[in-house]
């Protein structure tokens, strides 16, 4: 099975590095609440490789992320409520990403990514808010009320990242991956390919 031309080997290797830089991500800024990369990598990762793929990625790093959490244990249900958050801008990633009439991505303006950053940073707070509040026994008011600071801080950061470290992912991945991207030859493909041509060689020389 190939997925969005990749053989099964490509795409295992890309979801792997993708998954890598969203652990990464979330790591590299760790020392600030809610000041993350995570997010753009796995939106970025949807963009160009597909929802499937992100889909994958957020699941591993999420794992892996909230086991090995420097602010805390691993808690289900607030896992739970980032991982559908995570969801949601992987959903809006495919959905930009997705291709015209033409053949060509669609690429979104930086203030339309700035727009997008906010705006899907400020769902994924009240989702998990709504993960807090069930696990702490506080009301979901009370739970945005808190978080307030650390939510502004959130869709701030976010606005600016995606607005600037998108574009630069795209265009960095695309080309440092493109040859796993685009040549989508698998060694089966490519001896198929030869027997195809040996074949038309013995005729042209019966001939």
């Known amino acids: 099975m190939q997925k969005r031309g990749m053989s099964d080997s490509r795409w295992v290797s890309i979801t792997a590095i ?23 990598i796995l939106f970025v990762t949807s963009y160009i490789f597909g929802v499937q793929m992100a889909i994958w990625s957020t699941l591993i790093m999420s794992l892996l992320f909230g086991i090995i959490n420097p602010w805390g244990g691993f808690i289900p249900l607030i896992w739970l409520s980032q991982v559908i958050g995570w969801f949601y801008i992987v959903a809006t990633g495919a959905i930009m990403g997705r291709f015209g009439k033409n053949g060509k991505r669609l690429e979104p303006r930086k203030w339309e990514l700035a727009f997008t950053g906010a705006f899907v940073t400020f769902i994924f707070e009240q989702v998990t808010n709504i993960g807090y509040s069930i696990t702490f026994g506080v009301p979901f008011i009370l739970a945005i009320a808190a978080a307030i600071p650390f939510t502004i801080l959130h869709i701030f950061s976010n606005a ?17 991956l493109k040859g796993l991207i685009w040549n ?16 038309e060689l013995e005729e042209y020389g019966e001939k």
Do not use: H, W
């Open 184 to 199: 989508t030859e698998s060694g089966q493909d490519i001896k198929e390919a030869k027997s195809i041509r040996e074949i």
């Open 18 to 40: 993708m998954t890598a830089l969203a652990l990464v991500g979330n790591y590299a800024l760790v020392a600030v609440p809610n000041l993350e990369l995570g997010s753009s």
């Open 160 to 176: 600016i990242i995606f607005s600037q470290v998108v574009p630069m992912l795209d265009s960095a991945l695309s080309k440092q």
